[in-house]
Structure formats: C-alpha cells, structure tokens
C-alpha cells in the first residue's frame, strides 16, 4: 500500500480504515475472530464495561486483543458529564501503562445516545490540556466539529445516524462539509448497519469508519466483519477512481448524423 493511501492518526499510520467496537458479542473468542476477519488495527474499548486489568480475577480482553497486535482505542462510552469521561480516561491511561490515545464521547440522552455537545467541548478541552491524544464522537455540526479540531482533537468522529440504529448514512451533506473543511481525520461514528453504508460513507470522502452493532449483532459477526473490510476498501478505491458524472440518461458514444436509419 502507498504511504500516501495509509492513515495516519497521532502520528501511527494504519493500513486498514475499519476500526472496530468489542461489545455486544456472546464471548470472547467470536470477537477476536469477528476482529481478526474485519482486518481492523484500532480496536475501541469500553473502559467501564469491559474488564482490561481493573477487574482482578476476571476475563481479561487483552488476552484475546493483545496490546502489541492491536492498537487498543479506550473509549468513554456510558458517561453523561464531563467529570465521568475525564475521569475514565485517566483510569484508562493508568491501567495501560500511559497510553494516551483515547475516544471520547459524552452522551446526553439514554435513548438516543446522543451526545451532549457542551460536555464534549468540556471534557475534551480538559484531556488536550492533560496531554491525551483525543479522537472525538460528536453531532454532525461541521462547526462543533471544525473547532473540535482546533481544539486540538486528533480525529473528529461524526455520526451518520443514531448509536446502534443501523439506519446508515443519514447525513451525506454535512458530512461533505464537515470533510471539506478538515485537517485531521474524519471518521464516521455510529449508525452503519451494513456494507453498502460503509462503502457509502468512504465514497463521501471519510478518512474512515467505526463500527461496532453493525457486526456484533449481525446473524453471523465474523461474515459481515469480512464484508464490512471489504466494503471499506471498495468504497476507498472507488472514491480515489472518481465515479462518472450523474445523468437523467445515455449519452451515445457516437454521433448520431448521417446515419442511414
């Protein structure tokens, strides 16, 4: 793969643009083969949810998603202030030895699992200043996301439809303007349900895309994380092919003049 074509996120490059949520699946061992057949090098962890070293004694995800195979992505899904994501954060960077790289999300309804925009820009101005390398779930605002990324945010992650609604991408022009005006990457978070909608979203333009339900609730986790790598690179490929023009109808080949009939 061409060092141009990689993506490059706090100064790690990666080839694959899938990354990959870890709950929601019957055990241990179907995600780390739904994960190995996604092909997926980021892998988002729920730090108040999955146990990786805080519970003694307990099944451990890192033994099936090791450190050094995976780069292991904390993330602060079930907080609702500020103050509980800053807080997980840094018992994330605690229990894996100073790692620094983190998702953050603050969500503002339990339903929806939308996030609360005001305690995002709180929370992540605390973890930038503590030296955290923050990739960010946030509405599809192209302004909030523009000054997330001035904030200092390594990636800005909007979503394109509801958590774990599946209802695909929802919001194809924001997130065109969202892209247009980036500098870091941006990577569609929350509401794929299946390839064609990762294939659409790369097509727009996105640096990338997570997904978690999308695969662990699928009839068969493993198959649709293959699918979902391959619709990835397919969307990827097409985008830099350049699709051809939209039109009502045929345009021939040939003139049509002098023609005998």
């Known amino acids: 793969m061409a060092a141009e074509d990689l993506l490059h996120i ?30 997926a090098q980021i892998v988002t962890v729920a730090v108040r949810r999955v146990n990786i070293g805080q519970n003694a004694g307990e099944p451990n995800l890192l033994d099936v998603l090791p450190p050094d195979q995976f780069t292991i992505l904390p993330n602060t899904a079930g ?38 925009v005001t305690a995002t820009l709180e929370a992540a101005e605390v973890l930038i200043k ?8 946030t509405s599809d605002d192209p ?8 904030m200092g945010c390594v990636a800005v992650m909007p979503l394109a439809a509801p958590i774990g ?26 509401g794929v349900g299946t390839a064609s909608d990762a294939a659409i979203a790369m097509e727009l333009g996105c640096d990338g895309v997570l997904m978690n339900t999308a695969i662990a609730e699928a009839k068969n986790p493993v198959l649709m994380a293959s699918a979902m790598k391959k619709a990835i690179e397919a969307g990827r490929e097409a985008r830099l092919a350049g699709r051809m023009p939209r039109r009502r109808y045929a345009s021939a080949s040939s003139p049509l003049e002098g023609l005998p009939f």
């Open 10 to 39: 706090a100064g790690r490059a990666y080839a694959s643009r899938l990354l990959v949520g870890t709950g929601k699946y019957k055990d241990h061992d179907e995600t780390r083969r739904a994960i190995v057949a996604s092909g």
């Open 79 to 116: 907080c609702y202030t500020a103050k509980d994501a800053v807080h997980t954060c840094r018992l994330a960077r605690e229990l894996l030895d100073g790692h620094k790289l983190v998702k953050l999300e603050v969500l503002g309804d339990q339903k929806t699992l939308y996030p609360d």
């Open 130 to 137: 503590d030296g955290f390398e923050v990739m960010v779930y």
């Open 143 to 150: 302004i909030l996301c523009k000054r997330l990324e001035e």
């Open 165 to 190: 609604s599946g209802l695909g991408i929802q919001n194809k022009y924001n997130l065109l303007t969202i892209i247009e005006n980036a500098k870091v990457p941006i990577i569609v978070d929350a």
